[in-house]
């Protein structure tokens, strides 16, 4: 089993919730404020350790099966898996921003945001 932070698509209501097999949500949760936050296109999120802000989420403990079978595959190439701080402090897995991809002209910065549901609500 491992904890990993979702901020995205995989959150519950999102379209790629059902890639969780059922795992249930242990909590909401927010990062510690050490991240920008991207909006890729408006594909998808992308957190990345260069900035302080928060990004809203939502914790789940995933078997790895899950995560290698299910989770993993479904992730765009500009993500990678990689371990972020929670705002308690503690550690959780997350899909983030690979550097090589930070000057992406597909990139908003939505770090004032920090909630995905919240900057897509806002599109008009």
Partial sequence: MALIFLNGGGMRGGPLHHQLQGT???????????????????????????GSGRVVGEVYDVPLTVLRDHLLPAEPPELEI????LADGSAALATVLRDAYLDSRELTDITAVGD???YLAGKP
């Fill in 82 to 85: 990689g371990v972020i701080e």
């Fill in 116 to 118: 995905w549901r919240a």
């Fill in 24 to 50: 249930p949500l242990l909590c909401v949760a927010r990062s510690a404020p050490r991240y920008r936050y991207f909006s890729v296109g408006d594909r998808f999120p992308a957190m990345h350790a260069s």
